[in-house]
């Protein structure tokens, strides 16, 4: 399963070396909530191996655009069993900043002809 997700970046660890064969990286990114800013979700991510260095040009506040897959694992120790989901990120992008429309500039007109009509009310779909 593959997703992608835009926030800015506000944490970032340094590379853990778990083994001599594994490593990873985690970091968090906020993502805006448009309603209320109070409601922002802080999502934390990780990435393995050679892509730990994927966060070294990557500043704290930026913005950016993250790849990445969902990854369930199960732990059975001692007759406890336990199960972890991890966010793991395979690219990242900056996002560039979108040109704020100049003062001044109207925003397009409609028209009511533009406007599809309404369905017939016996006009369903299945």
Known sequence: MNYEITGKLIYKEEVQHISDRFQKREFV?????????QWN????IQLIQDRCDLLESIQM?????????IRGRKWENQGQVSYFTNLEGWRIEKVQPQAQQPAGVPAPEYRVEDIPPPPEPDDLPF
């Open 29 to 37: 990114i906020e993502v805006e909530n448009e309603r209320n800013s």
């Open 61 to 69: 506040n930026d913005e950016i655009k993250v790849y990445f897959s």
């Open 41 to 44: 979700d802080f999502v934390k």
